[in-house]
């Protein structure tokens, strides 16, 4: 069975534009986390999503937003990206909401923003 | 009621050396901890939790125990080998428990 994938794995951008980062979930998983992970850091947590439902989000500014598709892949957006956005974006899924279960990551989506 | 901290930040030991890592946590209603595993350049992977109900648990060369008294759960691995050098993240829900939060890592080196 596939893991969980998402794409694109490498992108630059320059200040201002927008991203959108898209990560497809391990079968049957109906739960889709989003972290970014900052070089030397470790994860910080984003959004989760479960059936399509937005179940918690981090502390992150609204130019950060989400959402999740019937067949429960997911998009991550920025918004008017700012230096600080360079990162790695995870994603994870699960097959439960909340955060009592594995997480099972994708490799990641690295931002570069020039 | 979020924070999760994790000590040491860098670890180095001999190949055969055991390793202890430790995390510290606010939330008294935390109830799941989990450590993972990333090794450079990729994906963090689950290698052991461990949920309140019990206060020790191990896998082959890893355990983790758990005190909920002082609120602080650690990560052994006994005989390393090479192959565990990478970094280690503790984590523990947040208060709402609809997240996990992640410490800040340790980079680990078995030396050969």
């Known amino acids: 069975d596939a893991g969980v994938t998402q794409s694109p794995t490498h992108l630059i951008k320059t200040r201002g534009q927008h991203v959108t980062l898209r990560c497809s979930p391990i079968s049957g998983h109906k739960s889709v986390s989003w972290y970014q992970q900052v070089l030397g850091q470790g994860p910080q947590f984003i959004f989760q999503?479960?059936?399509?439902?937005?179940?918690g989000r981090g502390n992150f500014p609204d130019r950060f937003s989400a959402r999740q598709f019937p067949n429960y892949s997911s998009e991550l957006n920025v918004n008017a990206l700012l230096l600080g956005d360079s990162a790695l974006y995870l994603c994870?899924?699960?097959?439960?909401?909340?955060?009592?279960?594995?997480?099972?990551f994708g490799e990641g989506s690295r931002l570069t923003v020039l | 009621g979020e924070n999760v901290e994790q000590h040491p930040s860098t670890l180095s030991v001999q190949e055969g050396d055991s390793a202890v890592i430790k995390c510290t946590y606010s939330?008294?209603?935390?109830?799941?901890f989990p450590w993972y595993k990333q090794e450079l350049g990729k994906r963090p992977q689950l290698i052991i939790d461990?949920?309140?109900?019990?206060g020790e648990k191990k896998d082959q060369r890893i355990a983790v125990t758990l005190n909920k008294t002082a609120k602080h759960f650690s990560l052994h691995i006994t005989e390393t080998q090479p192959e565990d050098s990478a970094v280690y993240f503790c984590?523990?829900?947040?208060?709402?428990?609809?997240?996990?939060?992640f410490g800040g890592g340790t980079r680990l080196m078995v030396k050969p």
């Open positions: 984590a523990g829900p947040n208060n709402a428990g609809n997240m996990l939060t």
């Open positions: 939330d008294s209603a935390s109830n799941y």
């Open positions: 999503y479960y059936e399509k439902e937005e179940r």
């Open positions: 994870a899924s699960s097959p439960i909401t909340g955060s009592t279960g594995e997480l099972f």
């Open positions: 461990i949920r309140s109900n019990v």
